[in-house]
């Protein structure tokens, strides 16, 4: 009886960790690729709670507003922030990104899905999804 508790329990927190694993799959792809296409050795990095943002998707947000400069990888109520980059610097971020959109989709949970965010003003707020790549950016998938 108590080795079948023992086993249950074991089996338990084997599962909560493979789900806290797939929980930040998203979120460590994300610095992966972002790390391999940009010098990070001037850039900070940190990690935080994120709310309002929708539960279903794995977001990966350019920020252009004056001032800010920053790419947030968000999953669930948990985000990433990497900055500060010159504008140049996330541009080149962002078109690179975006070839790496259907390898980045690869590593989300199951059930969600994927969109990039790029933001001149608080106005201007663009929404890129794979609907909108395959539209637009068919050349970087190929």
């Not at 990497?82 to 541009?91: A, I, P, S, T």
């Not at 969109?115 to 608080?122: A, D, G, H, L, P």
């Amino acid at each position: 009886m108590i080795k079948r508790i023992m086993l249950l329990l074991l089996a338990a927190a084997l599962a909560a960790a493979g789900c806290a694993g797939a929980e930040n799959s998203f979120l460590d792809s994300a610095e992966t690729m972002l790390r391999s296409i940009a010098d990070f050795s001037e850039k900070q990095v940190f990690s935080l709670g994120a709310t309002g943002y929708n539960p279903d998707q794995c977001l990966l947000s350019f920020d252009f507003t004056e001032g800010n400069q920053t790419v947030i990888a968000v999953q669930g109520d948990q985000c990433r922030v990497f900055y500060k980059f010159e504008d140049h610097e996330l541009m080149s971020l962002y078109f690179r990104m975006i070839m790496k959109f259907e390898e980045l989709e690869k590593n989300i949970p199951s059930g969600k899905m994927l969109r990039y965010q790029v933001k001149f003003s608080e106005e201007e707020v663009y929404s890129i999804t794979r609907t909108v790549i395959e539209k637009y950016y068919s050349w970087a998938l190929q």
